[in-house]
C-alpha cells in the first residue's frame, strides 16, 4: 500500500485521471551506465584469456584476463582481469570475472545465494588452438576460447546450449582514482576528466559517485530458443520481447505509483535470472548482481523488427534470443543453467538460491485485508460478517493506521487498547492476524526504535556519513541498516512477544515499502551515494569502509525480510513458522516471504496481468505470489469482483486488499447474488486447501514452481510457449481464470495431445481429450478449471469458518484416470503451524489407483530429484508420522470405463466391503464413506 500523500490520491481519483508519472523515474537514457554501456557495440571483445596463466584445481577454473588494444601493430595490455570458472552441481557453472587488482574490494552479492553452491568435478579435457575444453562429472562441457575470449556451453548432447560472449558486450569499468585538475599557463584544464563519471544528476537529486564508474556487463546467447522469460518484476508478458525498439527490462526495486501494465520499467521487485526455452531444450543464467540492472533481448525469431537483420547474419529464420545484462557496480557474477528440460533449470535455479521452507497452511487460505480496519470494532465486525455470511476467512490484516502515529511496534492507544484481546478473538476461531511493519523508523524523540538505533548507529548513512533522513509515511524517517548485524540483530529482537506486547504466535507480518520506498528520495527511493555497513577490515577507510546504496540497492529488502524472519521465529524458540509478506523482491526472497504485486488497480487490465506476474515470480523461485484481489486504487463493479476473487482462489497467495480511500468491498457489501459468488469462490479455495499445501510441501523439496507454465510440463509442445493467460497448479490442475468483462465464452489451451492426455472439467467430471484450443463456455459462475487424466486430488468438503477448524475434517479424493485407467497423487498432512514436521512429525503419502487396487501408503523413498538437494530441503523421511484424526469420506473416480463389481478396504488387520454409486453419462463412479483412518496406509482391491 502506498503513497504520494492522500491528497494528491483523492485529487487523482475525482479526476479519473489515473496513471505512472513516467517523469519520476530514469530512461536508459537518464541512467549514466545503461546509456554508457548501450552505447558500446565493440566489434571484437577486446577481452583475452591469457592462456599461460590457467590452473585447473578442484572444480575451478582460474586464469588471467586481459583487455588488449593495438597501438598500430603492437598489442598492449590494457587492464588485468582475474577470471574464474566452477562447475557446480546438477549441471551448472559459474563465472566469475574481476579485476586482478582492484582499487578497492568491488561489492559481491551477499544474501541471494542459501549457502555455497555444491562443487562438481572439473576437468581440462584439452588446450589447444587458443581453445581450452573442460568437462564436468555428468558430461557438460565449456569450451573457452582465448582471443578474443567467448564461452560456450554445451549440454549432455553435445549441444551448444548457452554462450557467453559471443556479442562481445563483455565490460568491466575498472576502478580509478579521480585525476587532479592540471591547468596549463593560461588556467585552462589540460587533460580533462569527464565529469559524468564523478557524478550525476537526476531531476533535483545529484549522486557523488565517489567511486567513479564501475559499471560491468556481459551477453549471452541461447542457440535455437524460441523465447526468453524471467528477469521479474514487469507487468509485460511471460515471455520477454526484443527490446531493441525502445527500453530495455529494468531491475531496480522502485515503489511505482500506479503502475502501468505492459511496460519494461522497473517495479517493486528484481531477480534477475532468465529462462530461454524453445523445442530442443531449456537453458537459463542468473546475473548475480544487486545493482542497478538493465538487460536488453533480441528474439532473432520474433516479427520483423530483426528479420532483415537476421537474415543477414544468419541467411534465413533461425531460433535464437540474445540477452545483454548491465549493472551499475559488482562484478561479472553469472551462473549458467543447463537445464536441459524445463524443470532442471528451475530447480537448478532454486538450487542456488534456495526453495520456500513450508509456509503455515493458514497462510494459503484466504486473507482479508484493507488499509485500513480502523478499530478493533472494525477488526470484529469484519471478522463476524464472514461467520455471518459464511464466508471462510483465516486472516485480517491491518495497515500503517494501527500504530501509534506511524511508529512500528506500537499500537494506537484509542484506535486499538486491547490488541491481545483482539487477536484471541480472532485465534478462537482458528483466524490469524497480520500487521504492517516497515523499514522505515519514524525521526521523533522517545520513541524507542529511533532511540535505540541513533544512539547504536544503526541506520543507514547519506553521503557524508550522518543518519540519512528521508521522508515516508511517518514524515520525516531514517531507515535501519540491516547490513549491519547488530542492526538486523536489535531488530529481530523487536518481534519477541514482550517488546511488542498484544502479539502471539498468531500475529505475522506485513514487510512493505522496502524497495525502500523514500517519497523525498530520486525515483521514490535511498541515493546512491547513501552509505552502508561493511565489516570492518584492518587498514581500511575511507571508500573501503562502507558500501554505497547503489551496491546493494535491490537487496535491501531481502536484508529486511530476513531480520524480520529470524524475530518471527526467534519469539518462539523456532517453534512455530512465522508468515511475513513483503513487497521489494530480489534472488533469494523465497527463503523468508510471500509476495505480492503491489499497488494494482481495480481494471480488467491488471486482472489479466496477475498471471503472468505471478508466473514470472514463480519461476524465479518465488511461488508464494499473488496479487490485491479487486485491486488497490478504484473500486471493482460486481463482475470484475467476482472474476478477480475466481482467479485469486487458484493463485499461490490469496488477499483482498484495497485503498484507504476506496468504497469498502467486503464480500458481503456486494448485492447478495455476487456475495454468493465470492462465497462459492473462496469455498472452493478452502475445499482445495490441502491440494495447495502438499503443493507447497513439494515445492520445499523439489524447487520447482507450485504455479507454472504451461510449457514446464509439456516442453516440446510449441503452441504452449506463448500462453500466459493460464496455467498449471503443480502438474495436476490447469487454470484458465476468466479476466475479461461480459464473456460467455473463453479459448482454453488444453495441452498434450500427442501423449493422449486427457483432461476432466472439476465441476462435471466431463473428460476432455487433450486438443489444443477449444473454447469453454462460461457462465457468471464459472472457473475453467481441469484435472490432468492421471492425477488424485484431495479435497476437503465440508468447509468451515477457517482452515484450522478443518484440520480432523474427512477427505475427498479426485481420481482422474488416464489412458491407461491409471492414476496417481500425493497428500501432505501435518499440525499446519510449528516447526515438528523438521522432526518427522508428518504424512507425506503416495496414492496410487489401477484397477484391480488403490492404494495410500507412506512412501519412504527419496525422490530422484531430491537425493542431491542441498541442505535446508527437508527429505522424504521413513520414519514419519503424523495422528491425523482424519479419514476417508469418499473417492470420485472419473473417466472409469468398466466399473468394479465389489471394492474392499484393508487396514491394518480390518476388511470392510465397501459400498459404490456409478453415475452414468459422465462415467463416475463414487467409492461411498470407507473410513479408512489417513493416519495409517490403507488399500482398496476391486473385483470385476
Ligand atoms: C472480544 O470478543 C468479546 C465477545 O464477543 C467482545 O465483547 C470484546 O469486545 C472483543 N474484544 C475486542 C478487543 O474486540
Ligand atoms: C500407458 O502405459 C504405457 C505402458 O506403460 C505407457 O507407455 C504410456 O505412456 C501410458 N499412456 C498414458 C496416456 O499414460
Redesign the pocket.
Known amino acids: 500500500m502506498r503513497t504520494l500523500g492522500l491528497v494528491l490520491v483523492a485529487a487523482l481519483a475525482i479526476s479519473g485521471c489515473f496513471g505512472v508519472d513516467r517523469n519520476n523515474f530514469k530512461t536508459c537514457e537518464q541512467s549514466g551506465f545503461c546509456k554508457r554501456l548501450r552505447a558500446l557495440k565493440p566489434e571484437k571483445s577486446q577481452y583475452v584469456l591469457n592462456l599461460d596463466t590457467v590452473i585447473v584445481h578442484g572444480n575451478v577454473l582460474s586464469a588471467e584476463v586481459n583487455t588488449m588494444d593495438y597501438e598500430g601493430d603492437k598489442k598492449v595490455v590494457l587492464w588485468h582481469y582475474a577470471l574464474r570458472l566452477s562447475a557446480l552441481v546438477d549441471g551448472t557453472f559459474r563465472i566469475e570475472i574481476d579485476e586482478a587488482d582492484p582499487l578497492y574490494p568491488r561489492y559481491r552479492t551477499q544474501l541471494a545465494l542459501d549457502g555455497e553452491p555444491a562443487a562438481d568435478g572439473l576437468r581440462l579435457a584439452s588446450n589447444e588452438n587458443g581453445k581450452l575444453t573442460l568437462i564436468n562429472t555428468q558430461g557438460h562441457k565449456v569450451v573457452i576460447t582465448a582471443d578474443p575470449l567467448k564461452f560456450e556451453f554445451l549440454n549432455q548432447k553435445g549441444e551448444v546450449a548457452v554462450v557467453v560472449n559471443e556479442n562481445s558486450q563483455l565490460f568491466v569499468e575498472p576502478l580509478r582514482v579521480r585525476k587532479e585538475r592540471v591547468d596549463d599557463e593560461d588556467g585552462q584544464a589540460l587533460d580533462v576528466e569527464d565529469e559524468s563519471a564523478w557524478s550525476e544528476n537526476f531531476k533535483t537529486h545529484h549522486d557523488r559517485k565517489p567511486r567513479g564508474n564501475e559499471a560491468v556487463s556481459v551477453d549471452v546467447s541461447f542457440p535455437d530458443a524460441d523465447h526468453v522469460y524471467g528477469i521479474p518484476q514487469h507487468t509485460d508478458r511471460f515471455f520477454l520481447k526484443t527490446t531493441t525498439d525502445g527500453e530495455p527490462y529494468r531491475l531496480y526495486n522502485l515503489d511505482v505509483f500506479e503502475y502501468e501494465l505492459d511496460s519494461r520499467m522497473a517495479i517493486y521487485g528484481a531477480v534477475p535470472v532468465m529462462y530461454a526455452h524453445g523445442s530442443s531444450r531449456s537453458a537459463g543464467v542468473f546475473w548475480h548482481n544487486s545493482a542497478e540492472t538493465w538487460v536488453d533481448v533480441v528474439n532473432y525469431a520474433e516479427g520483423n523488427v530483426v528479420s532483415s537483420l537476421v537474415n543477414l547474419v544468419t541467411g534465413g529464420q533461425k531460433r535464437k534470443v540474445d540477452a545483454r545484462f548491465m549493472s551499475e557496480s559488482g562484478i561479472v557474477d553469472v551462473f549458467v543453467l543447463l537445464g536441459d528440460r524445463p524443470a532442471d533449470v528451475f530447480r537448478q535455479y532454486t538450487r542456488l538460491t534456495g526453495a520456500a521452507p513450508l509456509p503455515p497452511k493458514f497462510s494459503l487460505a484466504y486473507h482479508q485485508s484493507r488499509w485500513n480496519y480502523v478499530d478493533e470494532a472494525d477488526v470484529r465486525s469484519v471478522d463476524e460478517n464472514f461467520d455471518a455470511h459464511d464466508i471462510p476467512a483465516d486472516v485480517i490484516w491491518l495497515d500503517i493506521e494501527y500504530t501509534d502515529r506511524k511508529k512500528y511496534f506500537t499500537w494506537d492507544p484509542e484506535k486499538f487498547p486491547r490488541p491481545a484481546e483482539m487477536v484471541a478473538n480472532l485465534t478462537a476461531k482458528g483466524r490469524k492476524l497480520v500487521v504492517i511493519i516497515d523499514p522505515h523508523i519514524k525521526r521523533e524523540a522517545g520513541y524507542f526504535v529511533h532511540e535505540d538505533a541513533q544512539d547504536n548507529s544503526y541506520y543507514v548513512k547519506d553521503k557524508d556519513g550522518k543518519d540519512y533522513d528521508g521522508w515516508c509515511w511517518p514524515g520525516s524517517s531514517s531507515y535501519l541498516d540491516f547490513f549491519n548485524p547488530a542492526a538486523s540483530k536489535y531488530y529481530a529482537e523487536r518481534y519477541r512477544f514482550e517488546n511488542f506486547p498484544g502479539t502471539s504466535k498468531d500475529v505475522h507480518f506485513w514487510n512493505d515499502m522496502n524497495e525502500p520506498s523514500v517519497f523525498s528520495g530520486p525515483e521514490i527511493t535511498m541515493p546512491k551515494d547513501n552509505r552502508h555497513y561493511a565489516p570492518p577490515v584492518d587498514g581500511a577507510d575511507g571508500l573501503s569502509s562502507f558500501w554505497e546504496h547503489r551496491h546493494v540497492h535491490n537487496e535491501y529488502g531481502l536484508w529486511h525480510i530476513r531480520a524480520t524472519k529470524q524475530g518471527a521465529m526467534d519469539r518462539t524458540n523456532g517453534k512455530y513458522r512465522a508468515f511475513i509478506l513483503t513487497r521489494a523482491t530480489f534472488a533469494g526472497t523465497q527463503r523468508y516471504a510471500a509476495v505480492w504485486t503491489g499497488d494494482n488497480m481495480a481494471e480488467w487490465g491488471h486482472l489479466a496481468a496477475t498471471v503472468p506476474m505471478c508466473l514470472s515470480l514463480g519461476a524465479a523461485g518465488i511461488s508464494h505470489c499473488g496479487a490485491d484481489v479487486g485491486g488497490f486504487f478504484k473500486y471493482p463493479e460486481s463482475e470484475l469482483m467476482t472474476r478477480w476473487y475466481q482467479a485469486g482462489a487458484f493463485q499461490p497467495f490469496f488477499r483482498a486488499h484495497s485503498h484507504i480511500e476506496t468504497k469498502r468491498r467486503e464480500p458481503w457489501l456486494y448485492e447478495p447474488a455476487t456475495t454468493a459468488l465470492l462465497r462459492d469462490a473462496n469455498r472452493r479455495r478452502y475445499a482445495l486447501i490441502d491440494f495447495w499445501y502438499t503443493l507447497f510441501y513439494e515445492h520445499s523439496i523439489d524447487g520447482l514452481p507450485v504455479m507454472r507454465p504451461l510449457w514446464q510440463e509439456f516442453p516440446e509442445e510449441r503452441d504452449t510457449y506463448a500462453i500466459d493467460d493460464q496455467y498449471l497448479l503443480g502438474d495436476k490442475l490447469l487454470v484458465r481464470p476468466v479476466t475479461e468483462p461480459g464473456v460467455s465464452s473463453v479459448k482454453v489451451y488444453l495441452p498434450g495431445k500427442d501423449?493422449?492426455?486427457l483432461w476432466y472439467d472439476v465441476d462435471t467430471y466431463k473428460m476432455i481429450p487433450a486438443q489444443g484450443y477449444l473454447n469453454q463456455d462460461v457462465n457468471i459462475a464459472k472457473i475453467p478449471v481441469y484435472q490432468r487424466?492421471?492425477s488424485v486430488v484431495p479435497r476437503k468438503e465440508r468447509v468451515r469458518r477457517s482452515s484450522a477448524l478443518m484440520a480432523d475434517d474427512p477427505y475427498t479424493l479426485v481420481v482422474a484416470l488416464?489412458?491407461?485407467n491409471?492414476a496417481t497423487g500425493t497428500l501432505y498432512i501435518d499440525d499446519g503451524e510449528t516447526t515438528d514436521y523438521t522432526d518427522s512429525q508428518y504424512i507425506y503419502a503416495k496414492i496410487t489407483y489401477e484397477p484391480s487396487a488403490m492404494t495410500y501408503s507412506f512412501d519412504s523413498r527419496k525422490s530422484p530429484h531430491n537425493s542431491e538437494f542441498l541442505s535446508g530441503f527437508i527429505f522424504v523421511n521413513e520414519n514419519a508420522h503424523f495422528p491425523t484424526r482424519s479419514w476417508l469420506e469418499r473417492i470420485v473416480i472419473a473417466g472409469i470405463k468398466t466399473p468394479p463389481k465389489t471394492a474392499k478396504l484393508h487396514q491394518e488387520e480390518k476388511q470392510t466391503a465397501l459400498q459404490m454409486t456409478l453415475h452414468k453419462g459422465n462415467d463416475v463412479l463414487v467409492v461411498r464413506k470407507p473410513g479408512a483412518s489417513m493416519a495409517k496406509p490403507w488399500k482398496i482391491t476391486f473385483s470385476y
Open positions: 501423449a493422449r492426455v487424466g492421471g488416464d489412458h491407461n491409471t
